[in-house]
C-alpha cells in the first residue's frame, strides 16, 4: 500500500525566534517602530552564518581561483568548486559539470539565449513564454527572436493568475523551439504546473526552461524528475550574497553550446591562429567569478537545509495563509494573484491609495514591502493596474509580522479615506 506522506512538522515559535535572531539587520528599528520586512521576494536577508563565511573568507583564504598553485588559490578554489556540487545536490542535478555559475537568474537566461539559442533558433521559429513572466524570462527571448526573425507566442493566463494549459496545449507545435516559464510568479505567487508542461514540451520536441528565481526560496527543487532542460536561479533570493546565481543545463545541451563571453578561464588553447574552450561549465564562465560570493551562497544553502526545505515552505505558507485572511477582510482592497498554488507572495491593489503611497506610508511604520510593476509589466497589464502592492515573505517573518503590516495597512488607508 503507497505510504501517505506526512506533513512537514511545522517551525514552533520558538524556532522562528531563533532563526530570526540569526539576521542581525532584522533588529533594528526604522522610523521608530521595529522593522517589518516583508520585501523577500527582491531580494531575502542574510543570515549571520553567510555574513561570518564571507568575512572568515576574506580574512584566512582570499585568493583568486584555478590560477595559482599557492595555499590560498587552491583553498579558495576548493570553496568556490565545493558550491558547484552542493548547488548539483540541492536542486537535484545529476552532475556539478551541468551547474554554471551566473550573476543571477537573469545572467542564466541571458546565457541560454545568448548562447543555445544563437545556434538553435531560426527565422519561423516560436518561443513561447507565459504571460506571466519577469522581464528577465521575457526581454532576452524578444531580443533573440528580433535577430533571427523568430515569434514570442504568450500562453495566457486566467483572472486567478493560474496558467491556461488547454491554450498551452493549443499553441506547442513543431515551430515552438523553446517553452521558458517561471516555477513561482514574482508578482502574483501562482505555483505553475511546470513539471506537466515541461513534458509536453518534449513532446513537440521542444527545449525547455525554467525561472526558478522565486520558486527555490520556498520549495525543494528536482531538476531530474522536473526533467526541465535549463533552470535558473538567484543567489540573493536564498539568503545568499547578490550578484550570484546558476544555471543548470542538462550535460548534452551544455556540451553542444558555444561559449557566450570570451576571456579567462573559459579557454582551452589561445594563439592568433585559432582558439579552443574549456568543457562545460567553464567555457560559460569568462574571467575572475564573484569568488567570496559564490562561497557565500554554498553557506547559505547549508543554511536552509539545515532549516529544512520543507519546514521552510510550510511555515511560510502559514504566514501567506493568514495574511491573506486578514486583507480580504479590509474594504477595497482586491488581491492581485489568487492562483489555486501560491508560494511567497500576497499582491493587492487598494481602490482608495496608490501602491506608492502606501509603500511609502508603510515605510513611516517600519514596514518594507515593495510597490511598482515588479518587472512583470504583461501582468498588470492584464490586471487593469499600474502597479501593486506586494508583501513577500520568508522563513524569518514571523506572525507579529503579518499583524503589524496588517495594522500599518489599516491606519494607512484611514489617511486616504
Ligand atoms: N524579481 C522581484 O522583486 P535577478 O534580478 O537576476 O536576481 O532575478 C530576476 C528575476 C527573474 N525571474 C523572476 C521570477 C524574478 O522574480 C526575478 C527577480 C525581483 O520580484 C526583482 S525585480
Not at 576548493?78 to 540541492?90: C, D, G, L, P, T
Request: proline share 4%.
Amino acid at each position: 500500500m503507497a505510504k501517505m506522506r506526512e506533513a512537514p512538522q511545522l517551525l514552533s515559535e520558538e524556532q522562528v525566534q531563533g532563526i530570526r535572531s540569526q539576521f542581525p539587520i532584522l533588529a533594528q528599528e526604522i522610523n521608530g517602530k521595529p522593522l517589518c520586512y516583508l520585501d523577500s521576494a527582491a531580494s531575502a536577508q542574510k543570515p549571520r552564518a553567510v555574513l561570518d563565511c564571507l568575512a572568515g573568507f576574506y580574512s584566512h583564504d582570499y585568493s583568486n581561483i584555478h590560477r595559482g598553485m599557492h595555499t590560498l588559490s587552491m583553498r579558495a578554489t576548493a570553496s568556490y568548486e565545493a558550491v558547484r556540487q552542493k548547488i548539483a545536490n540541492f536542486i537535484g542535478a545529476s552532475s556539478e559539470t551541468e551547474i554554471v555559475f551566473s550573476s543571477g537568474t537573469t545572467g542564466a537566461i541571458n546565457l541560454v539565449a545568448q548562447t543555445w539559442g544563437r545556434v538553435n533558433v531560426h527565422a519561423g521559429d516560436e518561443i513561447l513564454v507565459s504571460e506571466l513572466e519577469h522581464h528577465s524570462n521575457i526581454v532576452p527571448w524578444q531580443l533573440l527572436a528580433e535577430e533571427k526573425g523568430a515569434k514570442i507566442v504568450v500562453i495566457p493566463m486566467d483572472d486567478e493568475g493560474d496558467l491556461d494549459q488547454s491554450a498551452y496545449a493549443n499553441l506547442l507545435g513543431e515551430k515552438t523551439k523553446l517553452v521558458a516559464v517561471s516555477q513561482v510568479s514574482n508578482a502574483l505567487g501562482s505555483i505553475n504546473p511546470v513539471k506537466s508542461m515541461c513534458a509536453l514540451a518534449h513532446e513537440c520536441g521542444a527545449v525547455f526552461l525554467v525561472d526558478g528565481a522565486q520558486s527555490v526560496p520556498h520549495m525543494t527543487i528536482d531538476v531530474v524528475d522536473l526533467d526541465c532542460d535549463f533552470f535558473a536561479f538567484s543567489g540573493h533570493k536564498i539568503y545568499g550574497p547578490t550578484g550570484t546565481g546558476a544555471l543548470f543545463g542538462k550535460g548534452e545541451l551544455l556540451a553542444n553550446m558555444p561559449p557566450w563571453q570570451g576571456g579567462g578561464d573559459m579557454i582551452d588553447q589561445v594563439s592568433f591562429s585559432g582558439t579552443t574552450y574549456n568543457a562545460a561549465p567553464m567555457r560559460f564562465e569568462a574571467g575572475t567569478p564573484n569568488i567570496s560570493a559564490v562561497i557565500g551562497m554554498g553557506a547559505a544553502i547549508d543554511w536552509m537545509l539545515d532549516i529544512g526545505l520543507e519546514a521552510i515552505a510550510a511555515h511560510e505558507n502559514v504566514l501567506l495563509k493568514l495574511a491573506t485572511e486578514l486583507i480580504e477582510e479590509i474594504p477595497r482592497i482586491r488581491v492581485i494573484g489568487t492562483a489555486k498554488r501560491k508560494a511567497g507572495v500576497l499582491s493587492f491593489w487598494s481602490d482608495d491609495a496608490h501602491p506608492q503611497d502606501l509603500g511609502t506610508i508603510l515605510d513611516q511604520y517600519g514596514v518594507a514591502i515593495r510597490a511598482g510593476h515588479h518587472c512583470a509589466q504583461p501582468v498588470m497589464e492584464h490586471f487593469g493596474v499600474p502597479a501593486t502592492a506586494r508583501a513577500s515573505f520568508a522563513v524569518y517573518n514571523t506572525r507579529e509580522d503579518v499583524e503589524q503590516f496588517i495594522s500599518a495597512l489599516k491606519k494607512s488607508l484611514e489617511l486616504f479615506a
